[in-house]
């Protein structure tokens, strides 16, 4: 079935760092790939997400494309803040097969400043 | 508009009771489901819903019931509380789940469940 896979974390970096938090995804059909964090205390939010192959979801600096080839959707910030400092969920929607959306475990990311 | 509110925001319960989790939205959202997240497990499905008067079960059904009466409400129910089932739930909702432009999921704030 559907998958998505997360590097693990925590992920420690100083601010001004540059991030990246690998996502790799397994489906067989056509899906849409998504973003989410969550801060502390709250509910997971869409960060950004890519409907097709060779998209680029961009929102707040961060940045991931949609790579058919590698089957990876990674997510990328050139210059972290304390602010980033959140879980990130990596998740897929493989809307022409059914109606599941399927996320990743998670990974946490603490901002030094 | 709210958004997707969720009540109570915290609850615990003892071993064997029953409560309803409560989970609405006035974005007239067709999909609505129920996750629960622990740690290191990231979120799980529980039941979700593609309108009302249709609910399916999720990766982790046993020991919750759902009902879709309503567009807007999409309560949970958890028929006789175990201490596996201390967790916290999050409810979401979406336009549709099968076109790509309107598959956004939002999120409630979340429901933090103690079982004794």
């Known amino acids: 079935g559907d998958s998505v896979t997360q590097m693990e974390g925590p992920v420690t970096l100083s601010e001004e760092a540059f991030l990246t938090i690998n996502c790799t995804y397994t489906a067989t059909g056509y899906p849409s790939l998504f973003w989410y964090v969550q801060y502390p205390g709250e509910g997971l939010q869409l960060l950004l997400k890519a409907t097709k192959a060779d998209d680029k979801g961009s929102n707040k600096g961060f940045e991931a494309t949609y790579r058919k080839e590698t089957t990876s959707f990674h997510l990328e910030k050139g210059s972290v803040q304390v602010s980033d400092s959140a879980v990130y969920f990596c998740a897929l929607s493989d809307w022409n097969r059914d109606d599941k959306i399927i996320f990743g475990k998670g990974t946490r990311l603490h901002i030094l400043p | ?116």
């Open chain 2, 1 to 116: 508009n709210a958004g997707v509110t969720q009540t109570p925001k915290f609850q615990v319960l003892k071993t064997g009771q029953s409560m309803t989790l409560q989970c609405a939205q006035d974005m007239n959202h067709e999909y609505m489901s129920w996750y629960r997240q622990d740690p290191g497990m990231g979120l799980r499905l529980i039941h979700y819903s593609v309108g009302a008067g249709i609910t399916d079960q999720g990766e982790v059904p046993n020991g919750y019931n759902v009902s879709r009466s309503t567009t807007e409400d999409f309560p949970l129910r958890l028929l006789s509380a175990a201490p596996s089932q201390t967790s916290v739930y999050f409810c979401a909702s979406s336009y549709s789940n099968s076109a790509p432009l309107y598959n956004e999921q939002f999120f409630g704030p979340g429901t933090r469940l103690t079982v004794l």
